[in-house]
């Protein structure tokens, strides 16, 4: 299992431009999640989606766009690259079961991919 | 609005010793906390969680308090190894099944253990 990739690994964008920041799933998870790390700062939840076709609004939505038209991929769309979208971008998902009998393997793990650096000049 | 806060932004500590990585929250409704940790250039792997039934949870080399009365939770690492210098994020979700699983984040402590 590749688990959770991320495609570009690095990405620089000119003001204004537009780009879609890849996601892609082999554990079958129903669960995605868009965050997004500032430097000093923890993550912050973007976007995510609970199943192919359902996707809802985080934290700190605004400048971006998902789709989910399979259960494997999810990616992130910025339509006006901004300055404030400098960030480092995280792709993660989830099994979404309800399982909490040990402290590995709830439904609450989240499998992280190696991040998108992106920096709009 | 922080609702989850981890103050210390790095520590250092000698191999072998223990090290205790602190994280307060505010919001009364969490009820499942986990610590991640991240390498650089990586994405942040699970290393260990909590219930708020609980107050305590080990796993080999970490253990995890939660006080709930205070809204604090700490891991320690005992005995620290230098491959466990990296960057700890605490978590925390709300809500049960309802939350789809949704994590709200700590800034993160770097830890550095010196050989």
């Known amino acids: 299992n590749a688990g959770v990739t991320q495609t570009p690994k690095f990405r620089i964008l000119k003001i204004g431009q537009s780009m879609t920041l890849q996601c892609t799933q082999d554990?079958?998870?129903?669960?995605m999640y868009w965050y997004r790390q500032d430097p000093g700062m923890g993550l912050k939840l973007i976007y995510y989606?609970?199943?192919?076709?359902?996707?809802d609004k985080g934290e700190v939505p605004n400048g971006y766009n998902v789709s989910r038209s399979t259960t494997e991929d999810f990616p992130l769309r910025l339509e006006l690259a901004a300055p404030s979208q400098t960030s480092v971008y995280f792709c993660?998902?989830?099994?979404?079961?309800?399982?909490?009998?040990?402290?590995?393997?709830?439904?609450?793990?989240?499998?992280f991919g190696p991040g998108t650096r992106l920096t709009v000049l | 609005d922080q609702q989850v806060k981890q103050n210390s932004p790095s520590l250092s500590v000698q191999e072998g010793r223990i090290s205790i990585l602190n994280c307060d929250y505010t919001?009364?409704?969490?009820?499942?906390f986990l610590w991640y940790k991240k390498y650089p250039a990586e994405g942040p792997t699970f290393l260990i969680s909590?219930?708020?039934?609980?107050d305590k949870n080990e796993d080999g080399r970490f253990t995890v308090f939660l006080n709930k009365s205070a809204k604090h939770l700490s891991l320690h690492i005992v005995p620290s190894q230098p491959g466990d210098s990296a960057v700890y994020f605490c978590?925390?979700?709300?809500?049960?099944?309802?939350?789809?699983?949704?994590?709200?984040f700590g800034q993160g402590t770097i830890l550095t253990v010196h050989p």
């Open positions: 909590i219930s708020s039934i609980k």
């Open positions: 978590a925390a979700s709300a809500g049960g099944g309802t939350s789809y699983g949704k994590l709200t």
């Open positions: 993660a998902s989830s099994s979404g079961t309800s399982g909490r009998a040990n402290n590995r393997g709830s439904y609450n793990e989240q499998f």
């Open positions: 554990m079958n998870h129903n669960y």
């Open positions: 919001n009364s409704m969490f009820d499942y």
């Open positions: 989606s609970v199943g192919a076709g359902i996707t």
